[in-house]
Protein backbone atom coordinates (compact mmCIF):
# COMPACT_ATOMS: atom_id res chain seq x y z
CA UNK A 1 0.00 0.00 0.00
CA UNK A 2 1.26 3.62 -0.68
CA UNK A 3 1.50 6.27 2.07
CA UNK A 4 -1.99 7.99 3.44
CA UNK A 5 -1.03 11.72 3.57
CA UNK A 6 -3.68 13.57 6.07
CA UNK A 7 -3.64 17.41 5.21
CA UNK A 8 -6.00 20.20 6.45
CA UNK A 9 -5.78 23.36 8.55
CA UNK A 10 -5.13 22.71 12.22
CA UNK A 11 -7.82 21.50 13.99
CA UNK A 12 -9.65 19.68 10.96
CA UNK A 13 -8.81 16.16 12.84
CA UNK A 14 -5.79 14.88 10.89
CA UNK A 15 -3.75 13.41 14.50
CA UNK A 16 -7.43 12.06 15.95
CA UNK A 17 -8.02 9.96 12.53
CA UNK A 18 -4.53 8.92 12.18
CA UNK A 19 -4.84 8.11 15.80
CA UNK A 20 -8.33 5.77 14.90
CA UNK A 21 -6.56 4.05 12.00
CA UNK A 22 -3.79 3.25 14.26
CA UNK A 23 -5.93 2.10 17.09
CA UNK A 24 -8.70 0.66 15.00
CA UNK A 25 -7.15 -0.79 12.00
CA UNK A 26 -3.82 -1.45 13.14
CA UNK A 27 -1.90 0.83 10.46
CA UNK A 28 1.40 2.53 11.16
CA UNK A 29 0.94 6.41 11.86
CA UNK A 30 3.52 8.96 11.45
CA UNK A 31 2.59 12.48 13.36
CA UNK A 32 4.81 15.33 11.56
CA UNK A 33 4.62 17.89 14.50
CA UNK A 34 5.75 14.91 17.53
CA UNK A 35 8.76 13.92 15.40
CA UNK A 36 9.82 17.31 14.71
CA UNK A 37 9.63 18.52 18.39
CA UNK A 38 11.17 15.13 19.14
CA UNK A 39 14.35 15.87 16.54
CA UNK A 40 14.90 19.16 17.02
CA UNK A 41 14.33 18.63 21.42
CA UNK A 42 11.68 21.26 21.69
CA UNK A 43 7.95 22.08 21.40
CA UNK A 44 6.08 23.60 17.64
CA UNK A 45 6.04 26.42 19.73
CA UNK A 46 9.12 26.68 20.79
CA UNK A 47 10.69 26.27 18.19
CA UNK A 48 8.69 28.85 16.01
CA UNK A 49 9.73 31.71 18.58
CA UNK A 50 13.49 30.38 18.92
CA UNK A 51 14.21 29.77 15.29
CA UNK A 52 11.48 31.42 12.97
CA UNK A 53 8.94 29.78 10.50
CA UNK A 54 11.12 29.39 8.04
CA UNK A 55 13.39 26.58 10.06
CA UNK A 56 10.12 24.85 10.98
CA UNK A 57 9.56 24.79 7.70
CA UNK A 58 12.92 23.46 5.95
CA UNK A 59 13.01 20.50 9.01
CA UNK A 60 9.63 19.89 8.02
CA UNK A 61 10.20 19.31 4.03
CA UNK A 62 13.46 17.42 5.37
CA UNK A 63 11.51 15.00 7.47
CA UNK A 64 8.69 14.83 4.64
CA UNK A 65 11.12 13.70 2.22
CA UNK A 66 12.14 10.63 4.48
CA UNK A 67 8.97 9.65 5.02
CA UNK A 68 8.52 9.59 1.38
CA UNK A 69 10.68 7.45 1.07
CA UNK A 70 8.72 4.45 2.79
CA UNK A 71 5.80 2.73 2.39
CA UNK A 72 2.01 1.79 4.41
CA UNK A 73 2.20 4.48 6.21
CA UNK A 74 -0.72 7.34 7.79
CA UNK A 75 1.02 10.15 7.68
CA UNK A 76 -0.22 13.25 10.00
CA UNK A 77 0.90 16.27 7.88
CA UNK A 78 1.04 19.83 9.92
CA UNK A 79 -1.45 21.54 8.84
CA UNK A 80 1.37 24.39 6.60
CA UNK A 81 2.52 21.38 4.61
CA UNK A 82 0.72 22.55 1.84
CA UNK A 83 2.67 26.01 1.48
CA UNK A 84 5.36 24.31 -0.96
CA UNK A 85 4.73 22.81 -4.33
CA UNK A 86 7.43 20.61 -3.63
CA UNK A 87 5.75 19.10 -0.46
CA UNK A 88 2.71 18.28 -2.62
CA UNK A 89 4.70 16.49 -5.01
CA UNK A 90 6.34 14.19 -2.66
CA UNK A 91 3.52 13.12 -1.01
CA UNK A 92 2.02 12.79 -4.24
CA UNK A 93 4.20 10.19 -5.98
CA UNK A 94 4.48 8.62 -2.50
CA UNK A 95 0.79 8.21 -1.75
CA UNK A 96 -2.52 9.43 -1.80
CA UNK A 97 -3.53 13.15 -0.58
CA UNK A 98 -6.60 13.44 2.00
CA UNK A 99 -7.52 16.45 2.65
CA UNK A 100 -10.00 17.15 5.65
CA UNK A 101 -12.15 20.00 6.16
CA UNK A 102 -14.21 21.77 8.56
CA UNK A 103 -16.06 25.41 9.26
CA UNK A 104 -14.29 27.98 10.65
CA UNK A 105 -16.74 27.73 14.00
CA UNK A 106 -16.25 24.44 13.92
CA UNK A 107 -11.90 24.28 13.86
CA UNK A 108 -12.48 27.12 16.77
CA UNK A 109 -14.58 25.41 19.21
CA UNK A 110 -11.55 22.36 18.70
CA UNK A 111 -8.64 24.91 19.18
CA UNK A 112 -10.14 26.73 21.52
CA UNK A 113 -7.66 25.52 24.40
CA UNK A 114 -4.96 24.17 23.08
CA UNK A 115 -1.49 26.05 23.63
CA UNK A 116 0.38 24.51 21.06
CA UNK A 117 -0.25 26.19 17.62
CA UNK A 118 1.82 29.24 17.18
CA UNK A 119 -0.06 30.84 14.46
CA UNK A 120 -3.06 30.77 16.43
CA UNK A 121 -2.24 32.24 19.65
CA UNK A 122 -3.71 35.00 20.89
CA UNK A 123 -5.73 34.72 17.32
CA UNK A 124 -8.38 32.52 18.07
CA UNK A 125 -11.86 34.29 16.46
CA UNK A 126 -14.05 32.79 13.30
CA UNK A 127 -12.28 35.70 11.80
CA UNK A 128 -8.77 35.21 11.73
CA UNK A 129 -9.28 31.54 11.33
CA UNK A 130 -11.27 32.14 8.29
CA UNK A 131 -9.39 34.64 6.62
CA UNK A 132 -6.14 32.27 7.30
CA UNK A 133 -8.05 29.56 5.54
CA UNK A 134 -9.50 31.42 2.50
CA UNK A 135 -5.86 32.67 1.81
CA UNK A 136 -4.57 28.83 2.21
CA UNK A 137 -7.95 27.09 0.26
CA UNK A 138 -6.10 26.75 -2.98
CA UNK A 139 -2.90 25.10 -1.45
CA UNK A 140 -5.47 22.35 0.02
CA UNK A 141 -7.71 22.41 -2.48
CA UNK A 142 -4.86 21.58 -5.45
CA UNK A 143 -2.73 19.14 -3.16
CA UNK A 144 -5.75 16.52 -2.31
CA UNK A 145 -6.89 13.77 -4.03
CA UNK A 146 -9.38 13.37 -1.58
CA UNK A 147 -11.62 15.87 0.62
CA UNK A 148 -13.58 14.70 3.33
CA UNK A 149 -15.99 17.57 5.19
CA UNK A 150 -15.66 16.79 9.47
CA UNK A 151 -18.20 18.94 10.86
CA UNK A 152 -20.25 17.44 13.15
CA UNK A 153 -18.83 13.66 12.22
CA UNK A 154 -17.51 11.07 14.58
CA UNK A 155 -14.04 9.86 13.57
CA UNK A 156 -15.19 6.27 12.40
CA UNK A 157 -17.07 7.64 10.06
CA UNK A 158 -14.31 9.69 8.68
CA UNK A 159 -12.20 6.74 8.35
CA UNK A 160 -14.90 4.71 6.39
CA UNK A 161 -15.37 7.81 3.92
CA UNK A 162 -11.54 8.14 3.45
CA UNK A 163 -10.92 4.14 2.81
CA UNK A 164 -14.24 4.43 0.28
CA UNK A 165 -12.83 7.51 -1.56
CA UNK A 166 -9.72 5.81 -2.11
CA UNK A 167 -10.93 2.67 -2.91
CA UNK A 168 -12.99 4.25 -5.24
CA UNK A 169 -10.02 5.91 -6.54
CA UNK A 170 -8.25 2.73 -6.77
CA UNK A 171 -10.93 0.66 -8.93
C1 LIG B 1 0.80 24.71 11.32
C2 LIG B 1 0.09 23.65 11.84
C3 LIG B 1 0.53 22.86 12.99
C4 LIG B 1 2.06 22.91 13.13
C5 LIG B 1 2.54 24.33 13.14
C6 LIG B 1 2.13 25.09 11.86
C7 LIG B 1 0.25 25.46 10.17
O1 LIG B 1 0.11 21.51 12.86
O2 LIG B 1 2.68 22.19 12.09
O3 LIG B 1 2.01 24.94 14.28
O4 LIG B 1 0.99 26.24 9.55
O5 LIG B 1 -0.95 25.26 9.86
P1 LIG B 1 -1.43 21.02 13.07
O6 LIG B 1 -2.14 21.26 11.78
O7 LIG B 1 -1.28 19.57 13.37
O8 LIG B 1 -1.99 21.79 14.20
Redesign the pocket.
Known sequence: MKNIFLI?????G??SVAAYMAKEYSMEVLE??EMIAMRESMN?SDI?ANNGEEY?RNV?TRLLQEICTQENKVV?????IV?RDQNVEEMRKSGMIVLLSARPETILERVKDDT????LQGNKTVAYIREMMDKRREFYENAAEVVIQTDGKQIGEICSEIFGQINKIGE
Open positions: GYMGTKSMDIFFESCGGGLSRPL
